[in-house]
């Protein structure tokens, strides 16, 4: 299909539909191009779509049933209005049969770059990469989030000042009683104050604090496993691949394959 033509003119099979992030994905009303995405979905032998064009999937009836994601700031939106989406909110894309679909506009070449390996091999995406001058190829599953970029929107001084401490001190002990202590509270008040404020438990938090740390050094050093549990905090290397694993979606070891800084 000429990228001149309209969408009614295309005609024949397709291998890959890309619905490109858009205003129309944040429209209530667009039903002749559901109807036109309905008809081309049927041809095609895969589906993306790229940031906000997951609505318009969505408002096609494509992503019923499915796991998908979007840009963080309209997860919650997508699946306010679309209940039967399964909604990924922390994902950098998703695949789910034939749909794929991904967060940002960056997440679309992380994207583009998974489906070009899979039709042409690892060794052509790769190539692809370095010509983008990407150095990392992330897996799709790897959080949309920083741990340390996610909490600085806390409102009261003394947890942000607590957040800053626990990130330059995360071989410490870190736990939520230690953790209240420092705010000079009780552990219930502050367990409360904590959720609140950023959203989730502290335990959450120190345990992706401690995995954003261990994604550093698996990135920047040649340290064995068991150095880098030890300086991140963990209690065993064990322990730190369980949490990595539960987080990034990916193992220490593939994650350092993919990430590797040469």
Not at 35 to 57: P, T
Not at 103 to 118: C, N, R, S
Request: aromatic share 6%; net charge neutral.
């Amino acid at each position: 299909m000429d990228s001149h033509q309209a969408v009614q003119d295309c005609r024949g099979e397709i291998d890959t539909l890309v619905v490109p992030a858009t205003q129309l994905a944040w429209a209530a009303e667009a039903p002749q191009f559901s109807r036109d995405l309905q008809r081309l979905a049927r041809r095609s032998s895969r589906i993306v779509s790229i940031c906000g064009g997951a609505f318009l999937l969505a408002e096609a009836g494509l992503l019923d049933g499915k796991k998908a994601t979007t840009h963080w700031r309209g997860a919650e939106a997508l699946a306010k209005r679309f209940p039967n989406v399964d909604v990924q909110a922390d994902s950098i894309f998703v695949k789910d049969g034939n749909v794929y679909t991904s967060a940002g506009v960056t997440a679309g070449i992380d994207l583009a770059l998974a489906l070009v390996e899979e039709d042409l091999g690892q060794a052509t995406a790769l190539e692809c990469a370095r010509n983008l001058v990407m150095f990392m190829r992330r897996p799709g599953g790897q959080s949309q989030f920083s741990t340390t970029l996610e909490s600085q929107c806390a409102e009261r001084d003394v947890i942000n000042e607590l957040l800053a401490w626990a990130a330059e001190n995360i071989a410490h002990d870190l736990s939520v009683q230690t953790l209240a202590e420092r705010a000079h509270m009780s552990v219930r008040n502050f367990s409360r104050v904590f959720r609140s404020e950023v959203g989730q438990t502290p335990a959450a938090f120190v345990e992706k604090l401690r995995v954003d740390a261990t994604r550093q050094r698996l990135e920047e050093t040649d340290e064995p496993i068991d150095k880098i549990a030890k300086h991140c905090g963990f209690r065993s290397a064990d322990s730190m691949r369980r949490s990595f694993q539960r987080v990034v979606k990916v193992t220490p070891s593939d994650y350092r394959k993919r990430f590797r800084r040469l």
